[in-house]
């Protein structure tokens, strides 16, 4: 029966169509061209070469292929013919050296291996900005940066120096004769010797000027200082002292005067009952103000008023301007905070413009701040820039009165606002002479471009503040047939003398106690500093009206300097521009900050694709005359009302391979060298821009992953009500994770057992820890394609969380539902409270990742740690999904020769490759990788130990992260060490664990945030 | 073997009876009839004056081949005994050859006899002779002698049994075939008897499943070890760059392995030496007088080529006994033999250093190889295998201090090996 059953096979079948007939006879609809395939027969017929014959030909060479490519190549091993004294390969050796790159100083040791500098480490020995930056651990990628300029360039070919000195030389001098200006165009020059021979090249040519052009431009305070101080010099902070700072739109963690003081902040605000207070009035969020106890926000063209407010609420002979109410009674507040802490407090103002640093000062001094949290003494000697200056040179450049442009290290074409008029009036010039380490924008318009050596191939001596004066030395031979500008200078000058020389003569001439070789050795000597002048007196009353003339209704945009590439010099640095921005979460890009009720306002917003890659719409910024187009914007929380921010440095065209395309070019739009610009218009424009942003949840939600409590429930309650430990019901009672676990444990007695503390309160936020994990551990970069997909390979990442409005208490209060509490806590706060995370491996010490591994690829060591084997690993990816933390990273591709990452990752030509950590493995295509704790640096000092025939000494040595992170937040040791810092820290009644609950009982473990709230 | 030097020399070496008159008359000339013992003579001049001297040209102090035609053998004794109290005595010889080497002393040998200093300058004239033999037209030089060394063919004598066997089994045969006649049976021809005798054994099927067998776990053992072998180099020797002898140096002269590979107590690497570092004795040597077995040179000879190439790659100008100025250096390309790969991370410091292990451990005789190969197999299973069995000296180190009594206790009465200190993780060669 059931074989007569028919089945058809459609309609067609039924009826029995034509159609379904000829399907049913002919197996394929067409004849197949089997004529094409075989050929013509007799051909076929007639050949040797049967299918068999063609198999076992294939299956032979394939197998002959395969033998071949065992053989194991053969390895050549090259000595030194002479080998220098000081090199033992496989041994690293440090030097200490000083730079000063795009307005950042820093006094640094170099690590190099084998005469090569692979990481920049910071030199802690030394008081003023003795720490590293995510730019200077990442600065040591642009000595081999493959876009550098490698020969002297005229006309836009390729030259030799003797020829380009000798025609740069005579077109200055031409310039010169005729009566014509010449412009020396330069960064801020700190060199005694730099500044030595330009004011040399001034005695010689009468026509010459020099212009100080650094990206952002702090003249109105230079000018201030420079009447009331009688220098045009900043005064330093020093917050030793220090109870309470208050700043107005001053970001002193991150982009300020440049001086560092991420680490005394730091060591104040520790916990307890004389804990720094910080209160920050700002137009966008910095990380200062993320970090800050009270923050609230401030319109960038109202801050000179609020402070002039301020100023005359403390007493200053000013009447009491006009300020809105809220801002009133927040400065109400915060002056009578301010007159208990009379003498230990310090007010700062950012901006560039002369009267807010003049009420700020004002109230310093009134409240005798001065000399004490503000030094007037030992100034900061980091900036001289003079906007008019800038502005007669740029009127004389469009009256056609310029002769010759010399433009050091400064990309003028790209970097100085539109608005100036400079660029424009270029032309005018006779010759235009760049100093410059790449074929930048201004180089394409240059009849000379001269390339500069970076600061590891210099020598230099730098006078930073008055007190101190740092050297530079090379730590490695010129890669390329560059000088550097004080090379230049000294051919222009027709000195035939050595760099060392000039350098060492310098510094005799500073008649200093150390001996060069200890300077040299050292990187950093201290400098007697003369007592400081009398303060002149000071018009405040001129400074009240322009603070009252300078408040706008209407858009504001507030430019500013991204954490990652600062003034733009970094534009190139595929390590800075992949590390994500510690606010916003975004890498490879700049855009227009609005806040979300701005968004809506204008009808843009971000939206996530499925695959969580954030999109966005774009703008158009006009400014006065100038237009910006397509703009990307990015909705975040936290700006002034009506207010707008976008980074500047970005939108390059001729930075090179990573930095072309990267962003819009803010110079475009910048009202002069103001921080900010008035009288904004923005309209949406067509298109979607794809954002690299790599945090889509930005509220914790109600949980504890970030513990947080006030200074006062700190000082008064017990820790057990402000850091809850969950505990379970169970046939005991309540117990905790740890009490309840199915696990085995580990036997963590024995030898040593390596644990980090990650104080939450510490944490600014800046990315130092990432760039020095990248440098110290290989981390290649994925770029911006591979960033969107959440594909970073970052071992280490600061997550940073916002407050939300709604929260678990408030729901209860006020009876709302879970669904509705739940997507109101998604929600960031308008002005949220923000907490920075960095969050690595956790070396769990009940691993869920090691039971999942079907290979044991990962595995747990006797000392703490989750060891990682990527040669045993297949790449099943099951760690990856049942780690809790989401801390392991899958190479997708191989990002060391994979085509399609030749424009991100450095470490795809042998320049790039120079780099490399040799003791760190780079990992192929296919396998896991995570955080290790640096256990090359573990296994480093435990053999140096057992060669010295000692134990391991606490602080000796420590993680990548831990000792780029100025502001000590990362602490690293063996808790087996009952002396150790990291000891002590477990025992904290700050410490817990993240997610602790899930019971993995991890070696990493944080300290609560307290915050000192008023 | 002592030599009694009296006109006729007897060397091992040379029989030249034409040298020999050469050299007749040339000491025949000479100042002293010196008897001493050319081989004490030896010793004591490659352990006190070749550092400074050579016979046969001048390196720091003069040549000395011909310094018993040039000097007194008193003068020469009271010289070498004490230079500064001859000098002193206003010895005009002495005071010339001092100011003629820029006033650089020798130091004084007052410990040697008088019949050592015989004996250094009976081998000065020994030494100093010309060791290629070329006498006028028909020079003879020795024909290599067959040093026995090597043991008899065995290809010939294998092909010879091989004949021979064939040859028994066509006899036994023949035989076989032989009495078949006398019982009246057919003979049957050698071919056919083994087709017989193979088809018998394949209808056999005990023997098929056993040859089968066999056959089969035979070749998946092959298999297997050639498979596990793929990568591994052990035996690896390639040819280097130059011919140097460890044999020569570690195990004839005895210099210390961490003389030259210095930074194996610092450093991850064992460094191959720079050739700075070679200079520090190829100042003074040039050459090996060293011979094989059959008298020719071993090691090149007196000036040797391998040697020469260090002073090519260094710019050493050996006739003037300086460095060339300007010279470009040449980096030697050693070829690596001992290859990890690059996941693997070895320290040879924490091996040398704070493990107290010997280099041979894993280098093998290094001593004596003439050229250098791969003698471990250096397979992760090798390295595993030795971090089981090796004692840790956690008494003698202080690292290990604290460790030590803990590790005690938990492991009472055992032995402290690596893999007791966590010597068999992954992470502790793997990142």
């Known amino acids: ?1014 | 073997m002592r030599t009694r030097f009296r006109l006729t020399l007897k060397t091992r070496f040379y029989a030249n009876v034409a040298l020999v008159l050469f050299l007749f008359l040339s000491f025949f000339s000479a100042s002293a009839e010196i008897e001493g013992d050319v081989a004490n003579g030896k010793s004591l001049w490659n352990a006190n004056c070749a550092a400074c001297h050579k016979l046969d040209r001048k390196a720091v102090g003069p040549a000395l081949g011909d310094v018993t035609e040039r000097r007194t053998v008193e003068w020469l004794i009271k010289w070498i005994r004490n230079n500064q109290e001859l000098r002193e005595s206003g010895d005009r010889d002495a005071i010339a050859i001092w100011e003629e080497y820029n006033r650089s002393a020798m130091p004084n040998y007052p410990q040697f006899s008088d019949q050592d200093i015989l004996d250094i300058l009976a081998y000065t004239i020994d030494g100093g002779k010309p060791k290629e033999v070329v006498a006028g037209g028909d020079g003879v030089t020795l024909a290599p002698v067959d040093g026995g060394g090597s043991g008899p063919a065995k290809l010939p004598v294998l092909i010879g049994l091989g004949v021979f066997f064939v040859l028994l089994i066509m006899l036994l045969a023949k035989v076989k075939n032989t009495l078949r006649i006398v019982k009246g049976e057919d003979p049957e021809s050698v071919a056919s008897e083994l087709s017989g005798f193979s088809r018998g054994l394949a209808k056999n099927s005990a023997f098929v499943t056993l040859a089968t067998i066999i056959i089969g776990v035979l070749f998946l053992h092959q298999l297997y070890w050639t498979l596990m072998g793929v990568g591994m180099e052990q035996n690896y020797q390639p040819e280097q760059p130059i011919a140097f002898s460890h044999a020569l140096h570690a195990g004839e002269n005895g210099i210390d392995c961490n003389y030259c590979h210095s930074s194996a107590r610092h450093s991850k690497h064992s460094g191959i030496p720079s050739a700075n570092v070679c200079m520090n004795c190829h100042m003074y040597i040039d050459g090996s007088e060293i011979t094989d077995a059959s008298g020719n040179p071993k090691y090149g000879g007196e000036s040797s080529p391998e040697i020469a190439k260090i002073y090519a790659a260094i710019g050493w100008d050996p006739a003037e006994n300086a460095y060339i100025e300007g010279h470009e250096e040449m980096p030697i390309k050693w070829v690596r033999i001992h290859n990890l790969p690059d996941l693997a991370y070895f320290n040879h410091a924490q091996h040398v250093n704070a493990g107290g292990i010997e280099c041979q451990t894993c280098h093998g005789p290094i001593e004596e190889m003439e050229e250098v190969y791969q003698y471990s197999p250096l397979t992760m299973g090798w390295c595993i295998n030795c971090h089981r069995e090796t004692e840790v000296q956690v008494e003698t180190n202080g690292y290990y201090e604290d460790m030590h009594a803990k590790l005690a206790k938990k492991y009472p009465g055992e032995k402290i090996t690596v893999e007791k200190i966590g010597g068999l993780e992954c992470g502790k060669c793997h990142y």
């Open chain 1, 1 to 1014: 029966m059931a074989n007569s059953k028919k089945y058809w096979k459609g309609f067609d079948d039924l009826i029995d169509s034509p159609i379904s007939k000829s399907l049913a006879e002919n197996e394929f609809a067409e004849p197949l061209p089997s004529t094409d395939f075989y050929g013509d027969e007799k051909k076929l017929e007639s050949s040797s070469t049967s299918r068999r014959d063609f198999l076992k030909f294939l299956g032979f060479s394939t197998a002959a292929a395969t033998l071949a490519a065992c053989e194991a190549p053969v390895v050549e091993s090259i000595p030194y013919v002479v080998k220098p004294e000081e090199i033992i390969p496989g041994v690293p050796n440090y030097y200490a050296t000083s730079i000063f790159q795009g307005g950042d100083f820093a006094s640094v040791l170099v690590k190099t291996r084998e005469g090569r500098p692979i990481k920049i480490e910071p030199n802690k020995d030394v008081a003023f900005n003795g720490g590293t930056s995510a730019r200077i651990q990442g600065s040591i990628l642009s000595l081999y940066d493959a876009n550098r300029l490698q020969e002297p360039m005229a006309g836009g070919d390729i030259s030799s120096w003797p020829e380009v000195i000798k025609a740069t030389k005579a077109a200055i001098e031409k310039a010169n004769n005729s009566g014509k200006q010449v412009l020396f165009v330069t960064q801020n020059i700190i060199s005694p010797l730099a500044n030595k021979l330009v004011g040399q090249m001034a005695m010689q040519y009468s026509n010459l000027h020099h212009i100080i052009f650094d990206g952002t431009s702090f003249s109105g305070k230079l000018d201030f200082y420079e009447k009331a101080i009688g220098k045009r010099a900043l005064p330093t902070m020093n917050l030793d002292n220090a109870s309470l700072i208050v700043s107005f739109n001053a970001d002193f963690l991150g982009e300020y005067t440049g001086q560092s003081v991420s680490s005394t902040y730091a060591a104040k605000r520790k916990p307890g009952k004389s804990m720094l207070r910080h209160v920050q009035f700002e137009s966008m969020l910095s990380i200062s103000g993320a970090a800050a106890d009270n923050r609230y926000k401030l319109r960038a063209s109202e801050q000179a008023v609020a402070l002039a407010y301020l100023y005359s609420k403390l007493g200053g002979a000013v009447s009491k301007p006009n300020v809105n109410e809220s801002t009133a009674s927040q400065l109400d507040a915060v002056a009578k905070e301010l007159k208990a802490a009379a003498g230990t407090s310090l007010v700062l103002a950012g901006g560039n413009d002369e009267a807010s640093e003049a009420f700020a000062f004002g109230i310093n001094q009134l409240l005798g701040n001065v000399g004490k949290t503000l030094d007037v003494a030992n100034l900061l000697l980091l900036h001289a820039e003079n906007d008019a200056k800038l502005s007669n040179a740029t009127k004389s450049l469009a009256s056609g009165k310029v002769g010759a442009v010399v433009f050091v290290d400064v990309n003028a074409v790209h970097a100085l606002p539109k608005s100036l008029g400079f660029t424009a009036n270029l032309d005018k010039a006779d010759a235009v002479i760049t100093l410059t380490d790449r074929l930048d924008e201004t180089a394409a318009v240059a009849n000379y471009a001269l390339p500069l050596t970076h600061f590891l191939e210099s020598w230099n001596i730098l006078h930073p503040t008055s007190n101190t004066v740092g050297l530079s030395q090379p730590t490695i031979g010129k890669l390329f047939n560059t000088m550097q500008f004080e090379e230049v200078l000294l051919a222009w000058l027709g000195e035939d003398k050595k760099l060392y020389d000039a350098v060492k003569e310098t510094y005799s001439e500073l008649n200093l106690d150390a001996p060069f070789n200890t300077a040299l050795h050292d990187g950093v000597v201290s400098k007697e500093v003369a007592a400081a002048a009398a303060l002149a007196d000071v018009d405040y009353s001129g400074y009240a009206k322009a603070a009252s003339a300078a408040v706008s209704s209407g858009t504001e945009i507030v430019f500013y300097r991204s954490t990652a590439l600062g003034n733009g010099t970094y534009a190139n640095n595929p390590w800075l521009l992949e590390m994500p921005d510690p606010i916003s979460r975004v890498s490879w890009d700049n855009y227009l900050m609005v806040s979300p009720s701005k968004a809506e306002e204008l009808g843009v917003r971000n939206y996530t694709e499925s695959n969580g890659a954030v999109n966005g719409d774009y703008v158009t910024v006009t400014v006065g005359e100038n237009q910006l187009e397509n703009v990307p914007v990015f909705v975040q929380p936290g700006l002034a009302p009506d207010t707008v921010a976008l980074a500047i440095g970005y939108g390059r065209t001729a930075a090179g391979k990573a930095g072309n395309e990267v962003g819009v070019n803010a110079a475009t739009i910048m009202n002069g060298l103001q921080h900010w610009a008035t009288g904004v218009s923005i309209a949406k424009a067509s298109g979607k821009h794809e954002f690299a942003c790599i945090q889509l949840a930005h509220t914790m939600m109600g949980r504890k992953i970030v513990n947080e409590t006030t200074l006062e429930a700190f000082l008064n309650d017990s820790h057990e009500s402000w850091n809850v430990k969950t505990k379970f019901e169970t046939h005991k009672g309540q117990l905790t994770a740890s009490e309840t676990t199915l696990w085995q444990a580990h036997d963590h007695q024995t030898g040593h057992m390596w644990n980090m503390s990650i104080d939450l309160n510490s944490c600014i936020g800046c990315g130092a820890c990432v760039i020095a994990c990248n440098a110290e551990n290989n981390v290649p970069v994925v770029g911006k394609d591979e960033m969107r997909r959440h594909r970073d390979m970052h071992w280490l990442r600061i997550d940073r969380y916002y407050s939300s409005d709604m929260t678990e208490e408030v729901a209860e209060e006020e009876g709302i539902r879970a669904t509705t509490k739940f997507l109101k806590m998604e929600i960031a706060s308008d002005n949220p409270e923000v907490v920075f995370q960095p969050v690595m491996c956790q070396h769990c010490n009940n691993a869920p990742c090691e039971t999942v591994c079907p290979v044991a690829a990962t595995v747990h060591s006797a000392e703490g740690l989750n060891h990682m084997a990527y040669n045993r690993c297949i790449g099943t990816r099951y760690c990856a999904n049942n780690c809790p933390y989401k801390v392991r990273r899958f190479n997708w591709f191989s990002y060391e020769n994979n085509s399609d990452f030749t424009a991100v990752n450095p470490a795809q030509d042998d320049l790039g490759r120079m780099v490399l950590n040799p003791d760190v493995t780079v990992r192929a295509r296919g396998v896991m990788e995570k955080c290790s704790l640096c256990i090359q640096r573990i296994q480093y000092a435990k053999l140096e130990a057992k060669k010295d025939g000692r134990k391991v000494r606490d602080g000796e040595f420590t993680t990548a992260c831990a000792q780029a992170c100025d502001s000590g937040a990362l602490v690293f040791g063996d808790i087996n060490d009952s002396a150790s810092r990291v000891a002590e820290l477990k025992k904290d009644t700050r410490m817990y664990h993240l997610l602790e609950d899930v019971g993995t009982e991890p070696s990493i473990f944080y300290q609560t945030k307290v915050r000192n709230k008023a």
